[in-house]
């Protein structure tokens, strides 16, 4: 049976924000919130959550208890070396538990449940070992990643998430085309989450 588990990145400190963008107000949540639920809402069996800076005050904006054990909360305490150490940390807390895990960022409000669901079903459908969202022929987060390579991933240093990998695997990687609607845009300075509260 495949298991896949979700990594969700939410530990940065929000510098081209100015402001910490995972307790922005959004949709009725958070930002952090909308983005967390969607991946626990998904088919994901497991949504690790990866916070570094200002842990304990963005830790107390999720309700406890509402996920019940399908959330785990980690503390990356090496959040300034980059994106890098938080996939670390957040896979080290999967452990070897699951065959297969999804790398979400939770500044990309545009990622939903149901280009979770696809993505993930589209990889596994694959057999290959790496599957992401598809971007004009490139690969763009979420990515998911077979377990054969969770000993690169641990390897990866610095704030340029998996690409590295990516750029090795090159064209044997499981591209889903999103649906027409999908949105590729994340929320990274005050100007792109101004744009997302547009109608």
Request: hydrophobic share 40%; proline share 6%.
């Amino acid at each position: 049976m495949e298991s896949v588990a979700g990594i969700l990145l939410a530990a940065g400190k929000s510098s081209r924000m100015g402001s910490m963008k995972q307790t922005l107000p959004f949709r009725g949540k958070t930002l952090l919130g909308h983005s967390l639920a969607q991946a626990l809402d998904s088919n994901l069996e497991e949504v690790i959550l990866v916070l570094g800076h200002r842990f304990e005050e963005i830790k107390k904006t999720i309700p406890a208890g509402l996920f019940g054990n399908k959330l785990r909360i980690v503390e990356n305490i090496n959040y300034p070396r980059g994106l890098s150490s938080s996939i670390i940390v957040g896979l080290d807390a999967v452990g070897d538990r699951y065959n297969h895990v999804m790398i979400l960022l939770a500044d990309m409000p545009g990622v939903e449940t149901k280009m979770i669901n696809l993505l993930m079903d589209r990889y596994l459908d694959s057999g290959l070992s790496v599957g992401a969202i598809s971007a004009a022929g490139r690969a763009v987060p979420p990515v998911i990643f077979s377990a054969g390579l969770y000993p690169e991933i641990r390897m990866l240093k610095g704030d340029v998430g998996a690409r590295s990998i990516l750029k090795a695997i090159g064209d044997r990687i499981c591209l889903v085309e999103p649906p027409g609607d999908y949105d590729f845009r994340d929320a990274d300075t005050p100007e792109d989450y101004r744009k997302w509260l547009t109608p």
